[in-house]
C-alpha cells in the first residue's frame, strides 16, 4: 500500500476519489477553487516523513508537466527545515522554481537557507546556495555575495561548480558587484577539477570576457583538462580558448599567404617588371623570420583533435570552428571528417552544419572535395536542408568536378519541390559565372528548359539566362529571339519582366522582333502587374532612341497609359521618361544625354554566394547563423602581428628537485652560445633560436608536469642532459682535429687556408640553415601525421613523444657539418680527390636524359602491325625537335640559374599516372650551384607530386636535366613549389596544356567506333572550323593534332583505303588517347570537308577536357 492511499484511509475516504494535485480542472468549470491540492496540503503538514515526501514528489511532477504549482508556495516553504535530507532537496528544487514570483515568503526562510549552507550533506549547500542566488532581491546581495565566497572554498567541487553558477546570477542582479565577484572567479579558475572548469568559465564570460589577464595561468591547465570535462563545459572552454587564442598566438598562415602573393606576381609578371620588382618582394621575405608554431598553440590543438571524435554535436562543432580560426591550412582539413559524421544526425542538426560547412567551403574548398557525394541531396530532406547542399555542391563545384555536378542538378530540376528546383536552376547559373567552361553547355541546357511543361521551371531559367548573357550578348541573339516568343505563353510576372529587359538592352541585336514585342505587350499594358508594367515602359523608352520611326506612336500611346495607372511608381516612371526622351522647348540638358542614360552598357551581375561574407563572425555562433549580430556576441580579434610575451603562461611548481634540476639547464644553456660563437658566422643567432625553444620546450613541459605527467619530465631532463654531453665531446674533438691540422701545415699555405678555412665557415653556417629547417619539415611532418590518426591512444602517444622528438633532432642534424668538414680538409690538400669528387655526381644524372621517345618493346609491337610507314612516323615517333620547352626560371632571376622544362611524353615509370617532366638545368655563371632540389610544393587538392633526386654539384657553364613525375589530376591548374639552391629559394610554378595531360591509346577503327557511340550527348563537343593554308595534305593534320595532343592515330579499316589515294568522299582522321590520371578515353575525330572546311568532334567523358582540347586543335589546325 503506498503512502498516498495509507492518508486516503486515514480520513475515511474512498480510493476512487479524483486527486486534485494531478488534474486541477477535474471538477470541470463549476469546481470551487478552494478544495484545489488540498490533500497535497495536508500531506505536506502531516508529522510523517513519508507522506510529505510523496506530496513533493506529486508537486515536482506537476512542475515537469508544466502544471502551475505556485498556491503550494506556503505548506512547501514550512517544510525547507526538514531534518529528512530527500523532503529537503525536493523542497530546494521547488524553491528554485518558485523564489522568483514568491520574493517576500522566500526572504522568511533566508535564515534557513543560511543554516543548509553549513549542512554536511554537499547536496544540500548546494542547493541551499542555488536557492539563494534565485531570489531576485537588492536586499540579500551581501548575503549572496557572502554564499558565494564560502561555497568558493568548499571542499565539495559540486558546491565550487554550484558557486560558479550564482556568479552570473548575482551580477545580472547588482553589476556593482563585479569586481569581488572577479576576485572569486580568479580563485575558482585556479581549481582543478574538471567538475568546476565548465562552470567557472561559463561564469568568466558572462561577466568579464575581456580579462584575459586572469586565463594566462589557467591556460595549460584548461587545455589538459578539457578531455574530461562534461561536454557542454568543453563548448563553453573551447569558445573561449579560440579567442584567447586569437590575442597570444601568432597567425599560423600568415607565411603562406605571402608567398602565394608573391608567387602570383612571379608567374603573371613580365622579366622587365621581375626585375623591378625582385627587390622590393625579396624585403618583406627576408625580414620575416619563419615561422614556429608556439608550443602551447600546437597544444590547444592537439588535445581538441580527439573531442572531433566526440557524440556531443556541439563539441564537435566547437572544435571545427577552433581549428577552422586557428590551424595552419595543412592542418585543418581533419574536421571535414567529422563534420560529414554530423550531417547523419537530425535535421535540426543537418542545418546548423550545413551552414558552416557552406562558410568554410567558400575560403577552404579543397577540404570537403573528397566528400562531395556526402552532400548529394536525398529526396527525404527537408527543403532548407536542400538548398543550403545546393549551396555547398555549387560552392566545391571546380573545373575536375563540374561534369559530376552537373548531371546531379539536371535530375534535381525535376524534382516536385518547386523551391528547391528554382534554387537548382540558380546553382547551376552560378556554376556557370564561376567556371567559364561550362557557361554554353549551361547555356545550352537552360535553353532546353524554357520548353518545360511547368510555369516555375521556365520562370526561373529565364531570370538565370538573362543573368548569363549579360556576359556576351553577341552570341546569343538566338536565345533572345527563342525567349521573346515564349512572351506569350510565360505568365510569371519576374519572367516576363526579365524577357522584356534582355530584349530592351540588347534591341540592335533583334531589331526586327523588338518593336512587335512592343506592340503586343502594349495591348495588354493595363492588365500586367506592376513590374512587367515598368520593362514596357523602359522597352519602349529604349526602341524610341534606337528605332523612332517605328516606334514612334507606340511609345507615345505606352507613356500615356502609364500617366493613369493606379500605381504612382509607374505614374512617375512615365512622367520622367516622357521629359527625357521627347525633345521640348522646356527639357532640360538631361534629354541631349537620354542615350547615354538608356544604353550605356550595363556590367554583368555577379552571382555570389549568401554565405561569403560571413566568416567574420565566429562559426557555430548565433551571429554566424542568423548572419546578424545577436546580443551577447563576442566579437573575434584580429591575430597579432608581434607575438606576446610568451612567459606570462608558465606557472611556478614550489618542488625544489625540480627547481635545481631548472638552475642546471639554465647554467647549461648560458654556456651554448660560447660554443656555437667558434661554429661560424650564423652560430649566435642559431644558438638563440635554439635556446627560446628550448625555453617554450621547458614551458610545455611545466604544463604537463601541472596536469600530473611527471614520468615525461623526467625522461625530458635525462634527454637533454645526454644531449648536451655528446655536444661537449663532439666540439672537444673539433678542436683537437683543428690543431692537428694546423700544426702540419706548412708556414706558405697560410693564406690559402684561410681562403679554405672563411669558405668551411660559410658552408657550415649554411648547413646549419639548412639543417634547422628540415628539422622544422620534420617536425611539420610529425604533426601533421600526428593530426591524420584517428584513434585518441595514438594522438596521445604521439603527443607525449612530440617533444622528445623534437629535442633529439637538434644534435642527429649536427653530424652532416662534420663529414662535409673532413672533406673539405682533404680537398685542400690533394687538387685530384677535388675533380673526381665534383665528377662523381654526374653519371648518376645523366641516364635521366631521354633520348628516344618511343620505347623499343613498342616499336617492336608496332612493326608486326600492317602498317604504312607514312602513317606510323608522325602518330608515334615524334621527333625530340617538335616537342616545345617552356621557361620555368630566367637567369636573370635565378641569378644565373636557367631552368627550362618539357613535357617528355613517355610513360614516368615510378608512377605511371603521372606526367612526366623533364627538367633541364643551365649554371651560367661562373662559380658552382649546390644541393639543387624541390621544397614547399603547394598543390591543389588530389594533385601529387614525385620529386628528382638532389643534385649535389651544377658546375659553371654545365647543364643537368632530370625528370620528375606531376599528377595533375586530369586538371590544367598549376603545381606550384620552391625551387632550391644551397644559397636561394625561387618559386616556380609548371603549368600543363590540357594535350599533355594524356597518353596515346592503340584502337582499331570498329572499337574506337564502339567506344565513341558511348560518348555522346553532353560528352561530346563538334566544332567547324577553316584549315590554315599549310594543312593541305594528311601528313600535316596528323603532325598538328599529335604536337597538339600526345594521342595515337587510329589506323584505317583496310589497306586500300590507307595505302592508295583517299577516294573522292574527304578523310576522316580519328585519334585515341586517354587522361594519364583517372585513365577516362579521349576520342577525336578531324572530317575534312571540300574549300578547306573540316569538322572536328571531340568524345570525352570530362567535358571541362574536351572544351579545352578543341579550342587547342582548332587553334592549331587553322593556323
Known sequence: MSASSAFIDEKGGSASEPEYGHDPASGGIFSSDYKRHDDLKEMLDSNKDSLKLEAMKRIVAMIARGKNASDLFPAVVKNVACKNIEVKKLVYVYLVRYAEEQQDLALLSISTFQRGLKDPNQLIRASALRVLSSIRVTIIVPIMMLAIKEAASDMSPYVRKTAAHAIPKLHSLDPDQKDQLIEVIEKLLADKTTLVAGSVVMAFEEVCPDRIDLIHKNYRKLCNLLIDVEEWGQVVIINMLTRYARTQFLNPNINESLLEENSEKAFYASDDEEEEDKKDEVAPLAKRKPYVMDPDHRLLLRNTKPLL????????????????????????????????????????????VLQNVATMSIKRRGMFEPYLKSFYIRSTDPTQIKILKLEVLTNLANETNISTILREFQTYIKSMDKDFVAASIQAIGRCATNIGEVRDTCLNGLVQLLSNRDELVVAESVVVIKKLLQMQPEQHSDIIKHMAKLIDNIQVPMARASILWLIGEYCEHVPKIAPDVLRNMAKTFTNEEDIVKLQIINLAAKLYLTNSKQTKLLTQYVLNLAKYDQNYDIRDRARFIRQLIVPTDKSGALSKYAKKLFLALKPAPVLESTFKDRDHFQ?????????????????????????????????????????????????????????????????PTESADSESDSGSGSESASASDESGSGSESGEETESEEEEEDEEEEKKKKRKKHLDKTKAKKPVEESTESEQSSGSEERKRGRKAVKNQKSASESESESESSESGDESEDESEEESESDTDIRKKKTPVSKQPPKQSKKES?????????????????????????????????????????????????????????????????????????????????????????????????????????????????RLQCGMRIREF???????????????????????????????????????????????????????????????????????????????????????????????????????????????????????????????????CLVLVTVSTKEGGRAQLTVNCEKMLIGTMLVKDIMQALSQ
Open 309 to 352: 571524435q566526440s557524440r556531443n554535436a556541439a563539441v564537435v562543432m566547437a572544435v571545427a570552428q577552433l581549428y577552422f580560426h586557428l590551424a595552419p591550412k595543412a592542418e585543418v582539413g581533419i574536421i571535414a571528417k567529422a563534420l560529414v559524421r554530423l550531417m547523419r544526425s537530425h535535421s535540426e542538426v543537418q542545418y546548423v
Open 619 to 683: 562559426l557555430g555562433s548565433l551571429s554566424h547563423l542568423l548572419n546578424a549580430k545577436a546580443g551577447g556576441y563576442q566579437e573575434l580579434p584580429d591575430w597579432p602581428e608581434s607575438a606576446p610575451d610568451p612567459s606570462v603562461r608558465n606557472v611556478e611548481i614550489p618542488d625544489w628537485s625540480k627547481c635545481t634540476s631548472r638552475k642546471d639547464r639554465k647554467e647549461k644553456k648560458a654556456e651554448k652560445p660560447f660554443y656555437s660563437d667558434s661554429d661560424g658566422e650564423s652560430g
Open 825 to 937: 680538409k682533404k680537398e685542400t690538400q690533394e687538387m685530384s680527390l677535388l675533380d673526381l669528387d665534383d665528377f662523381e655526381p654526374a653519371p648518376a644524372s645523366a641516364p635521366v636524359t631521354p633520348v628516344n621517345f618511343m620505347s623499343s618493346s613498342l616499336v617492336s609491337d608496332l612493326e608486326g602491325l600492317s602498317l604504312t610507314d607514312t602513317i606510323l612516323a608522325p602518330t608515334t615517333i615524334t621527333p625530340s625537335g617538335s616537342i616545345k620547352m617552356y621557361e620555368l626560371l630566367h637567369r636573370i632571376t635565378g641569378e644565373g640559374l636557367a631552368v627550362e622544362y618539357c613535357f617528355s611524353r613517355q610513360p614516368f615509370s615510378p608512377d605511371p599516372n603521372m606526367v612526366a617532366v623533364q627538367i633541364q638545368f643551365t649554371n651560367n655563371t661562373n662559380s658552382e650551384t649546390k644541393n639543387l632540389h624541390i621544397e614547399e610544393p
Open 949 to 1079: 633526386a638532389e643534385i649535389d654539384v651544377l658546375s659553371a657553364g654545365e647543364s643537368v636535366t632530370v625528370v620528375m613525375g606531376i599528377d595533375f589530376c586530369d586538371s590544367t591548374q598549376a603545381a606550384n613549389f620552391q625551387l632550391c639552391t644551397h644559397t636561394r629559394k625561387f618559386f616556380a610554378s609548371i603549368q600543363p596544356p590540357v594535350g599533355e595531360l594524356m597518353t596515346p591509346v592503340f584502337l582499331t577503327e570498329n572499337d574506337f567506333k564502339k567506344e565513341q557511340g558511348k560518348l555522346m550527348g553532353m560528352n561530346e563537343i563538334s566544332e567547324k572550323l577553316t584549315l590554315g593554308e599549310k594543312c593541305v595534305n594528311e601528313h600535316v593534320i596528323v603532325e598538328r593534332v599529335t604536337a597538339t595532343a600526345n594521342l595515337s592515330r587510329v589506323p584505317c579499316g583496310s589497306d586500300k583505303e590507307c595505302s592508295t589515294p583517299p577516294p573522292p568522299p574527304a578523310p576522316v582522321y580519328r585519334f585515341a588517347g586517354k587522361t594519364v590520371s583517372s585513365g
